[in-house]
């Protein structure tokens, strides 16, 4: 399985905008999916996840309230809603495959062995 995101961009404080990530593949409905986000200097750090069967949802506490993880595993796509954008929300964004069933979404980063390439995110103040 590989993953493609796309949907990243230029955006002012306060605006929106949604990711997508695509995977190749027949087995997309197996994987928790996970969202993790890297601003220039910084580590790599979770952003949102979500269960095979979209069940559970667990987000960070910076982003609670105004992004949404969601699914649909009939076109083999994960997305991430993003509202009420913040200049501290500029990253670089990836989506991730984690093949264990965890419930809830694991939020450390050696728990999923699937990545994509990368969508940048933009906030402008």
């Known amino acids: 399985v590989q993953l493609q995101a796309s949907g990243g961009g230029l955006v002012q404080a306060g605006g929106s905008l949604r990711l997508a990530c695509v995977a190749s593949g027949h087995t997309f409905g197996s994987y928790v999916m996970g969202w993790f986000r890297q601003a220039p200097g910084k580590k790599r750090e979770f952003v949102a996840g979500i269960t095979r069967g979209s069940s559970r949802r667990t987000y960070a506490d910076s982003v609670k309230g105004r992004f949404t993880v969601s699914r649909d595993n009939a076109i083999n796509t994960v997305y991430l809603q993003m509202n009420n954008l913040k200049p501290e929300d500029t990253a670089v964004y990836y989506c991730?495959?984690?093949?264990?069933?965890?419930?809830?979404?694991?939020?450390?980063?050696?728990?999923?062995?699937?990545w994509g390439q990368g969508t940048q995110v933009t906030v402008s103040s």
């Open positions: 991730a495959g984690d093949s264990a069933p965890r419930i809830p979404p694991a939020q450390e980063m050696g728990a999923y062995d699937l």
